[in-house]
């Protein structure tokens, strides 16, 4: 009967994608003497009462969003005596989240420590974000937000106590628009950067707000990462982009762990049904029109395959190419894939003549 159960998650997933990118989980890590250890919340009445004004203030500001606040917020609250920094990044590494921040006073040496830790959590495959002040981390993962004099009315915020609000407002941005151009209402000012300042900063990896003359707003949706490659080209600078890689990787890994993987004979047949199953996700995320419409291919890596068959002392030289589709590969199952993310309109060219 093939892989119905799997087949039908997959579309789903797809179906779904644009709804459950609308509203994101922001992870903070909070400095407090009361209130130590976990809190989830869903909205602000949620924000524990024995928290101090400072903490509770940097919990709203993530929950103000964008298009949609936030879904979830948690929290981990050290007292820097029985749980510490280290307590809370154990803690998150058990939990699906998609941007964390610091403490409103995080120091250098802790915004440090938590962008090796993204770095090191994505590695295995935990597709986390973080947003850090001034922390220039060379990495798709790390939102480097920098931007100082910011005012609320007559108050003054510092950057690293604005990185909640940074990251409640890319956690609400849907998967079908940039956070770039978001304009911030309740911040009155900001450092003033000229224009080639501005341009400097963003091409250099970093998260800016500025003031139009009329109101602030961000600069554009990047993130840290300015070392780019042929693996990591210049998209992956991209937080749109990133988002939705992140989203595709998580969806598909996810549901063949939990639909798939060690549930079904590893035949050729099986093989086929799982390609199918992943193609009609992709197809699903081209009509939400996150992914460029009959791009997506989804195929057997034979390559790979091949390259595994000589491993175990298999003569492939006279096997013609189904056959290496179709040799048993025990329990690997080797696929490729290729997809064209669609990126939102950013930059517009349109020369007048008079």
């Not at 007292?79 to 058990?94: H, M, N, S, V």
């Amino acid at each position: 009967m093939g892989l119905p159960s799997i087949d039908i998650t997959f579309k789903t997933l797809g179906m779904t994608a644009i709804q459950r990118s609308q509203k994101g989980i922001v992870a903070v890590i909070l400095e407090d003497a009361a209130g130590a250890g976990a809190h989830i919340m869903t909205n602000v009445t949620d924000i524990p009462s024995a928290l101090g004004a400072e903490n509770r203030g940097y919990l709203e500001r993530a929950f103000t969003g964008y298009v949609n606040p936030p879904r979830k917020v948690i929290a981990y609250v050290v007292d820097g005596t029985e749980k510490t920094l280290d307590d809370a990044l154990a803690y998150f590494a058990t939990q699906q989240f998609d941007y964390l921040v610091g403490a409103p006073d995080t120091e250098s040496a802790d915004a440090q420590k938590i962008a090796g830790w993204v770095k090191s959590e994505r590695a295995n495959k935990h597709t986390v974000k973080a947003v850090l002040p001034g922390t220039a981390a060379d990495s798709e993962a790390v939102v480097n937000f920098t931007t100082g004099g910011i005012r609320l009315g007559e108050a003054s915020v510092t950057t690293a106590a604005f990185c909640s609000r940074i990251a409640g407002l890319i956690a609400g941005t849907p998967m079908t628009i940039s956070c770039t151009y978001a304009p911030l209402a309740e911040v009155s000012d900001v450092t003033r950067l000229t224009k080639e300042q501005l341009d400097t900063a963003i091409n250099s990896g970093e998260f800016v707000l500025f003031h139009d003359g009329e109101k602030v707003k961000v600069g554009r949706g990047v993130n840290s990462l300015k070392t780019t490659s042929q693996e990591k080209g210049e998209a992956f600078r991209k937080i749109k982009i990133v988002e939705a890689m992140d989203m595709i990787q998580n969806d598909i890994r996810m549901t063949a762990e939990d639909g798939y993987i060690g549930k079904y004979a590893n035949s050729y047949d099986n093989k086929c049904l799982l390609i199918m199953a992943v193609k009609g996700y992709l197809e699903e995320l081209e009509r939400s029109g996150i992914l460029e419409t009959g791009t997506s291919v989804v195929e057997l890596d034979l390559a790979a395959q091949e390259n595994y068959l000589k491993s175990k002392g298999i003569d492939t030289s006279d096997m013609s190419e189904q056959q290496i589709k179709e040799a048993n590969t025990d329990a690997k199952v080797f696929l490729r894939a290729r997809v064209s993310i669609l990126d939102a309109i950013e930059d517009i060219v349109l020369p007048i003549t008079i």
